[in-house]
């Protein structure tokens, strides 16, 4: 049913890209949903947001970077190999309207969270300067994409290897000196984004973050996914998964990602062992 | 001397059978169903305790009114499948019903047998004879009525939807059920453990439908991946919504999202739907604690109780702010979880978490409590006694205080009108909602009940969908 139609390696093998059959969700995507995707009846439900989506051809895209046992088996399969189960559009989407001046802040897979954000932003009239950031020049990925869903496009790296010599939130800070910016939407490492929101705060700038809890349904009935939203709990899979940047608590975030680390080792060990 | 003892117990009645199960210390490390099920003699046995009353009050218990002393009877006659189609004639899923159904409150809790002694272990029965007639596949299916062409979307695949799915392919209808999960059965597969409803029967009730024609669209929330009114486009001619009660409570106590705490939602649903006890052959982890602390008394707060004993907790403890009189779960729980060594801590509220430098929790405060004035519910409201806080340790803890509404379809569809709690508004004798076309019933209608009550409200809205397909609105 959910048939791989398309797959690519990015950044090395690291990220795969998926575009799987699922013409119900593909007719109702919206940028800043996501889906909740099982390989097999003994998978794991695991959240992906949807870089693209296609009506016409009744497919979705999704972009993933390899980081447990669940993501390595999505990684394996190949063109034809089917999700055992994909559901969804979950989530609210983006509000997209005119902002005015916009600046979108991504790193890792989060640029790939981004890249339809972004670009239904600008096709809504705003200003949009993209900031992008990686590790090392070989971990980009969407450079071209962005570039053509952005006014202005600035790249940083850890090493130094393209762009800006270090890490997204200078060239953010230098951006926001120059400029009257009057929405930043951030996507990447719950540090990336704290610290996004720790500057935007001090200006007193609207600031979106999209956060990635744990999840198991994906349809509120769990309360997995909870985070601390000003005084308030939140679940992301329905009242997310973006929020107010300026209100999340991102360290309790931090941790709860935390919750499984023992077992998803133990899991992904045996997992690279058995296909060795 | 001797001869006239043997000739008085002969005319004593006989005691209510004993279902037979596997002894406590044997079952807390597994997760096969505990009571084992009635032997042919036993049954029969059994069925020759109940006296056939003119005037069955153990009927007027039963929400769907099963024909009690009818399939008893069989039993009686030793004719099994005539047994299991008199049962079907009012209940789909009896081997289910037999095993959850809370019987002291319901039929069994009416029997004139009752009275006096003990009454007749109706559930026994009921589960006995259903479980035979699947194992032997007896029983014929009833037949289908000619087709009528008419379409019905049942969304939601949890008792009360599979009831109307069941009901209305009989009647010749063409029946499609949505359900968001991969898997059929809603609560009777993710919230009820394997332990207390195997989950092989579920699957055989669900194929049942599936060979009668009912088609099953796993992986579908409608609201987001399809609408009400999308289905009606796509040529649907009535939708009964059975989504169940599918949003957690939680307490809004200091700490609460600490690692280690889960709704009971969570924890059953990693555990029985996604089978996590079985990590790392399941890929879900199962969080695992060594002091488990529940909170709540129902149905789902012994299950959540019973499974954390399984996964080998040191301790488990069950913390309710009432007595032991108010506990609301099935009697037959309460006792199994009493056996396997979960421990009541009554008249007790919780009032804080503890965590760690990780977010971990690592333990909680609660507070000890008297029973004051009666309440609205006539049960006295238990009150705080002051100064009594004291803290213990802990590193798992399942809120298990109750659900509400989800949301998620009744946003999409303003024109079904809801109560204040955010559920469905349907008329009490028919099911049919504010929306032309609509019908609900089960949880998402009475907020979270049972399933036998879940399919009652599922029968009387299959015989208003057809009234409705045949006649109009
Ligand atoms: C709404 C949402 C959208 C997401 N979109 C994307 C996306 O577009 N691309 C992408 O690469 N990833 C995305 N993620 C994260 C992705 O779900 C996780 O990377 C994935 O679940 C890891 O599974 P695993 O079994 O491979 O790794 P695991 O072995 O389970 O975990 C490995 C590491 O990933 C962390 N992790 C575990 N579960 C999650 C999770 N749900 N979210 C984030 N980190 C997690 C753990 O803390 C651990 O350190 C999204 C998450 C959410 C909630
Ligand atoms: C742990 C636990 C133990 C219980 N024990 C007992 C017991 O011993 N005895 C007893 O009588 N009762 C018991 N109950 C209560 C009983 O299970 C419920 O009252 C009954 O299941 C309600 O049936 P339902 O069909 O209304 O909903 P559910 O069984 O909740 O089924 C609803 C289904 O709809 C699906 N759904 C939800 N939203 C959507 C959507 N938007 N689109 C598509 N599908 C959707 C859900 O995934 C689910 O499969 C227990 C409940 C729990 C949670
Ligand atoms: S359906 Fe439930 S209440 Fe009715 S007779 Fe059977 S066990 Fe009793
Ligand atoms: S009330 Fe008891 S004894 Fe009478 S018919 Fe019902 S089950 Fe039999
Ligand atoms: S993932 Fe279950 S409520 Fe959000």
Same mark, same amino acid.
């Given at each position: 049913m959910f048939k791989i139609v398309k797959r690519e390696e990015m950044a090395q093998g690291t990220i795969v890209l998926n575009e799987i059959k699922a013409p119900r969700i593909a007719e109702k995507a919206k940028p800043g949903q996501f889906v909740i995707l099982q390989k097999n009846e003994k998978g794991e439900r695991i959240p992906l947001t949807m870089a693209d989506s296609n009506p016409e051809k009744g497919t979705i895209t999704i972009i993933y970077m390899i980081v447990g046992k669940s993501s390595a088996l999505f990684g394996d399969m190949k063109v034809e190999d089917e999700y055992f189960a994909v559901i969804g559009p979950l989530g609210k989407p983006t509000h997209i309207k005119k902002y005015g001046k916009v600046v979108c802040v991504g790193g890792g897979t989060g640029i790939a969270v981004l890249h339809p954000i972004a670009r239904g932003l600008k096709q809504a009239g705003n200003d949009v300067a993209t900031i992008i950031g990686s590790r090392n020049k070989d971990l980009l990925i969407l450079e071209d994409k962005m570039v053509k869903a952005s006014n202005n496009f600035y790249v940083c790296t850890d090493d130094g290897s393209k762009g800006h010599h270090g890490f997204v939130t200078d060239v953010l800070k230098d951006i926001l000196e120059k400029n009257d910016i009057d929405l930043v939407v951030a996507i990447g490492p719950v540090p990336m984004m704290k610290f996004v929101s720790m500057i935007t705060k001090e200006k007193n700038i609207e600031t979106m973050v999209s956060l990635n809890p744990i999840m198991v349904d994906g349809t509120g009935m769990c309360g997995c996914c909870r985070v601390s939203i000003g005084d308030e709990t939140k679940f992301a899979c329905v009242d997310g998964p973006e929020f107010d940047g300026h209100k999340v608590d991102y360290d309790e975030l931090s941790k709860r990602l935390q919750a499984y680390l023992e077992d998803e080792k133990k899991s992904y060990d045996e997992y690279k062992k058995k296909v060795s | 001397m001797s001869d006239k003892k043997v000739k008085k117990t002969k005319k004593e009645k006989p005691n209510r059978i004993k279902m037979p199960e596997q002894a406590p210390e044997i079952r807390k490390n597994n997760f096969i169903e505990v009571p084992t099920g009635l032997t042919e003699e036993m049954a029969v046995a059994e069925a020759l305790r109940c006296l056939q009353c003119k005037k069955p009050a153990c009927i007027a218990g039963c929400p769907v009114s099963v024909d009690i002393p009818g399939f008893i009877q069989k039993i009686a006659d030793k004719d099994f499948s005539g047994a299991a189609e008199k049962l079907w004639e009012k209940n789909a899923l009896p081997a289910v019903c037999g095993r959850v159904c809370p019987q002291e409150i319901q039929c069994e809790g009416k029997c004139i047998v009752g009275k006096k002694g003990e009454p007749v272990a109706i559930g026994y029965l009921e589960r006995f004879v259903a479980d035979r007639a699947r194992e032997k596949q007896e029983g014929k299916l009833p037949e289908i009525a000619e087709k009528t062409g008419k379409k019905v979307a049942v969304i939601g695949s949890g008792p009360s939807g599979l009831t109307v799915a069941g009901d209305l392919i009989l009647k010749g209808h063409d029946v499609t059920i949505f359900e968001a999960f991969h898997n059929s059965g809603g609560v009777l597969v993710y919230g009820i453990p394997e332990f207390r409803l195997p989950k092989k029967i579920v699957k055989s009730e669900v194929a049942t439908l599936i060979k009668l024609g009912v088609k099953i669209e796993l992986n579908i929330v409608v609201g987001t991946t399809v609408t009400i009114d999308e289905l009606f486009q796509e040529g649907f001619d009535a939708v009964y919504v059975g989504v169940g009660a599918g949003l957690p409570k939680f307490m809004n106590l200091p700490n609460e999202n600490a690692i280690g705490i889960f709704s009971a939602n969570e924890y059953l649903t990693r555990a029985n739907l996604m089978k996590a006890y079985l990590f790392p052959e399941y890929d879900t982890p199962m969080p695992m604690g060594k002091n488990v602390v529940v909170l709540g008394a129902g149905n789902v707060a012994m299950d959540s109780a019973r499974t954390a004993v399984r996964l080998g907790a040191d301790s488990v403890k069950i913390v309710y702010r009432r007595s032991r009189d108010e506990m609301p779960a099935r009697a037959e729980e309460l006792h199994h979880a009493q056996e396997e060594g979960v421990e009541f801590v009554l008249l007790t509220n919780p009032v804080q978490f503890f965590s760690n430098e990780q977010g971990r929790l690592t333990g909680m405060e609660c507070l000890k409590m008297e029973l004051g004035e009666p309440d609205d519910s006539g049960r006295r409201r238990p009150v705080p006694i002051k100064g009594s806080e004291y803290s213990f340790d802990c590193d798992l803890a399942i809120i298990s205080v109750g659900a509400n509404a989800n949301p998620l379809l009744t946003n999409s569809t303003p024109e079904i009108n809801l109560n204040q709690w955010g559920n469905i508004i349907a008329n009490p004798l028919n099911g049919k909602t504010s929306k032309k076309g609509v019908w609900a019933g089960g949880d998402i209608v $009475?907020?979270?009940? $049972?399933v036998i009550l879940a399919m009652g409200a599922g029968r009387e809205a299959a015989n208003s969908i057809h009234d409705y397909l045949t006649l109009g609105w």
């Amino acid at each position: 049913m959910f048939k791989i139609v398309k797959r690519e390696e990015m950044a090395q093998g690291t990220i795969v890209l998926n575009e799987i059959k699922a013409p119900r969700i593909a007719e109702k995507a919206k940028p800043g949903q996501f889906v909740i995707l099982q390989k097999n009846e003994k998978g794991e439900r695991i959240p992906l947001t949807m870089a693209d989506s296609n009506p016409e051809k009744g497919t979705i895209t999704i972009i993933y970077m390899i980081v447990g046992k669940s993501s390595a088996l999505f990684g394996d399969m190949k063109v034809e190999d089917e999700y055992f189960a994909v559901i969804g559009p979950l989530g609210k989407p983006t509000h997209i309207k005119k902002y005015g001046k916009v600046v979108c802040v991504g790193g890792g897979t989060g640029i790939a969270v981004l890249h339809p954000i972004a670009r239904g932003l600008k096709q809504a009239g705003n200003d949009v300067a993209t900031i992008i950031g990686s590790r090392n020049k070989d971990l980009l990925i969407l450079e071209d994409k962005m570039v053509k869903a952005s006014n202005n496009f600035y790249v940083c790296t850890d090493d130094g290897s393209k762009g800006h010599h270090g890490f997204v939130t200078d060239v953010l800070k230098d951006i926001l000196e120059k400029n009257d910016i009057d929405l930043v939407v951030a996507i990447g490492p719950v540090p990336m984004m704290k610290f996004v929101s720790m500057i935007t705060k001090e200006k007193n700038i609207e600031t979106m973050v999209s956060l990635n809890p744990i999840m198991v349904d994906g349809t509120g009935m769990c309360g997995c996914c909870r985070v601390s939203i000003g005084d308030e709990t939140k679940f992301a899979c329905v009242d997310g998964p973006e929020f107010d940047g300026h209100k999340v608590d991102y360290d309790e975030l931090s941790k709860r990602l935390q919750a499984y680390l023992e077992d998803e080792k133990k899991s992904y060990d045996e997992y690279k062992k058995k296909v060795s | 001397m001797s001869d006239k003892k043997v000739k008085k117990t002969k005319k004593e009645k006989p005691n209510r059978i004993k279902m037979p199960e596997q002894a406590p210390e044997i079952r807390k490390n597994n997760f096969i169903e505990v009571p084992t099920g009635l032997t042919e003699e036993m049954a029969v046995a059994e069925a020759l305790r109940c006296l056939q009353c003119k005037k069955p009050a153990c009927i007027a218990g039963c929400p769907v009114s099963v024909d009690i002393p009818g399939f008893i009877q069989k039993i009686a006659d030793k004719d099994f499948s005539g047994a299991a189609e008199k049962l079907w004639e009012k209940n789909a899923l009896p081997a289910v019903c037999g095993r959850v159904c809370p019987q002291e409150i319901q039929c069994e809790g009416k029997c004139i047998v009752g009275k006096k002694g003990e009454p007749v272990a109706i559930g026994y029965l009921e589960r006995f004879v259903a479980d035979r007639a699947r194992e032997k596949q007896e029983g014929k299916l009833p037949e289908i009525a000619e087709k009528t062409g008419k379409k019905v979307a049942v969304i939601g695949s949890g008792p009360s939807g599979l009831t109307v799915a069941g009901d209305l392919i009989l009647k010749g209808h063409d029946v499609t059920i949505f359900e968001a999960f991969h898997n059929s059965g809603g609560v009777l597969v993710y919230g009820i453990p394997e332990f207390r409803l195997p989950k092989k029967i579920v699957k055989s009730e669900v194929a049942t439908l599936i060979k009668l024609g009912v088609k099953i669209e796993l992986n579908i929330v409608v609201g987001t991946t399809v609408t009400i009114d999308e289905l009606f486009q796509e040529g649907f001619d009535a939708v009964y919504v059975g989504v169940g009660a599918g949003l957690p409570k939680f307490m809004n106590l200091p700490n609460e999202n600490a690692i280690g705490i889960f709704s009971a939602n969570e924890y059953l649903t990693r555990a029985n739907l996604m089978k996590a006890y079985l990590f790392p052959e399941y890929d879900t982890p199962m969080p695992m604690g060594k002091n488990v602390v529940v909170l709540g008394a129902g149905n789902v707060a012994m299950d959540s109780a019973r499974t954390a004993v399984r996964l080998g907790a040191d301790s488990v403890k069950i913390v309710y702010r009432r007595s032991r009189d108010e506990m609301p779960a099935r009697a037959e729980e309460l006792h199994h979880a009493q056996e396997e060594g979960v421990e009541f801590v009554l008249l007790t509220n919780p009032v804080q978490f503890f965590s760690n430098e990780q977010g971990r929790l690592t333990g909680m405060e609660c507070l000890k409590m008297e029973l004051g004035e009666p309440d609205d519910s006539g049960r006295r409201r238990p009150v705080p006694i002051k100064g009594s806080e004291y803290s213990f340790d802990c590193d798992l803890a399942i809120i298990s205080v109750g659900a509400n509404a989800n949301p998620l379809l009744t946003n999409s569809t303003p024109e079904i009108n809801l109560n204040q709690w955010g559920n469905i508004i349907a008329n009490p004798l028919n099911g049919k909602t504010s929306k032309k076309g609509v019908w609900a019933g089960g949880d998402i209608v $009475t907020g979270m009940a $049972t399933v036998i009550l879940a399919m009652g409200a599922g029968r009387e809205a299959a015989n208003s969908i057809h009234d409705y397909l045949t006649l109009g609105w």
